[in-house]
């Protein structure tokens, strides 16, 4: 990523020198490009991604806000908080022989990655085939790969019409943003590049006319006064010098600016990543999965509700009372999964058996989720999450569910009871 922001001019030459001569010094001269969106001490000394960095780049037609994910499988939370903020998805595989096999095969990130997207409303995917450059450009390769995806997106919910694959070697900038360099590569690709793929994504529809859902995904104190969020708005409208409603709790804060896309702006709308700067409030009010809403419209809040579910590919098929990590958005919470009701049609809907004793893979089933508690105390009573059901707010009614650090499943909120 940190080479294609070079490309389209975000990141500028002397801020490459010193990633390069940095990366260099620290022993990790290959993750020099990285060092553009890793910006932690511990993230450069691993040479890993571990949290959501965020950045913009224009191509011809569109603005793009990139969130850039971790993909190593102990940072799948902090991937699943970006994701949950995405509109499009752009995947990066390693065509290096046997890493692409690594990723691919089964439990790999690869294929969990496209998951949790797909069953976070994100319909629309570019593929980047990277590191083509150290298989010589070689075209049965770059074939083979796209060859074994296209069943697995087509299965996981992503149409062919909206899936794209693109050949790049993105060390040596090469079919990043021009195809030139690569006499190997144009003897048999006449393609787009990969910019030519971002700009023809299509921005999907905004809910501006519901009510404001705008859930935190991070927040820090602003250089003056006031109390600074992140998140991305799922649905309505905020302006500066509105009053919020901050759930859970009793609290309200004032909106004192509005940042997006590096500016200040007077308001802005659903879809949009942005920044608000609060005051009138106190931090310890403020957490991570928070939901800004209208004092006169407040989200529901949560402990126990319906949800229609598909199980994905689970070693130990699922009972009622199993225990489970609820996601939504960027908070995560324990629940079990309190009632198993019926097993559906993952065709039709219709219902194909009620009161199943299991859900084994591939079943698609409506349960009854509960939170759980994270005291130890046996009397204390889970506290509530702002949720709202799929029919009213379909940001807000998508759920994940992990046990044992492995995704087993993912649907929609139905119904809230309390």
């Known amino acids: 990523m940190g080479r294609l922001l070079y490309e389209t001019g975000r990141l500028d030459e002397k801020t490459r020198v010193a990633n390069e001569r940095g990366s260099s010094k620290a022993g990790k001269s290959s993750f020099s490009w990285a060092w553009g969106l890793d910006g932690t001490t511990e993230e450069r000394e691993r040479g890993i991604t571990m949290d959501i960095a965020l950045q913009s780049l224009r191509t011809p037609h569109r603005q793009v806000t990139i969130l850039d994910a971790p993909g190593h499988k102990d940072f799948v939370p902090n991937m699943i908080s970006g994701a949950s903020q995405a509109d499009c998805a752009l995947l990066v595989v390693d065509a290096s022989h046997g890493e692409f096999e690594a990723g691919f095969d089964r439990g790999g990130q690869t294929r969990e990655h496209l998951i949790l997207v797909r069953s976070l409303g994100v319909s629309q995917v570019v593929v980047a085939v990277n590191k083509l450059d150290m298989v010589r450009w070689d075209r049965d390769r770059f074939e083979d790969i796209c060859s074994q995806m296209r069943p697995f997106l087509l299965q996981s919910g992503f149409h062919p019409s ?89 609290e309200t804060a004032a909106v004192k600016s509005i940042e997006a896309e590096e500016e200040n702006v007077p308001w802005a709308m659903a879809g949009q990543n942005t920044t608000l700067f609060l005051t009138g409030i106190d931090a310890i009010h403020l957490s991570i999965g928070t939901v800004l809403c209208p004092p006169t419209d407040v989200v529901p809040l949560a402990t126990i509700f319906t949800a229609r579910i598909i199980i994905f590919d689970v070693q130990v098929p699922i009972t009622a009372g199993a225990s489970v990590e609820l996601f939504h958005h960027s908070r995560d919470v324990p629940a079990t999964v309190s009632s198993l009701l019926t097993t559906l049609d993952r065709a039709s809907g219709a219902v194909i058996k009620k009161k199943p004793r299991v859900l084994t893979k591939g079943t698609s089933a409506e349960v009854q989720i509960s939170l759980r508690s994270t005291s130890l105390s046996s009397a204390s009573t889970a506290r509530p999450i702002p949720l709202e059901s799929f029919s009213v707010n379909k940001d807000m009614g998508r759920i994940l569910l992990r046990r044992g650090g492995e995704t087993i499943g993912a649907g929609i909120v139905l119904e809230i009871f309390g």
């Open 162 to 250: 909206k899936t794209q694959f693109v050949p790049v070697g993105a060390m040596d900038g090469i079919n990043l943003v021009e195809i030139s360099g690569a006499a190997e590569l144009t003897s048999w690709y006449k393609g787009p590049t990969l910019v030519d793929c971002l700009d023809k994504l299509e921005p999907p529809s905004r809910d501006i006319v519901s009510p404001l859902r705008f859930p935190i995904s991070n927040i820090f104190k602003g250089q003056s006064a006031g109390i600074g969020v992140t998140g991305r708005l799922c649905s309505g409208v905020v302006q500066v010098g509105e009053r919020l409603r901050v759930l859970p709790g009793d």
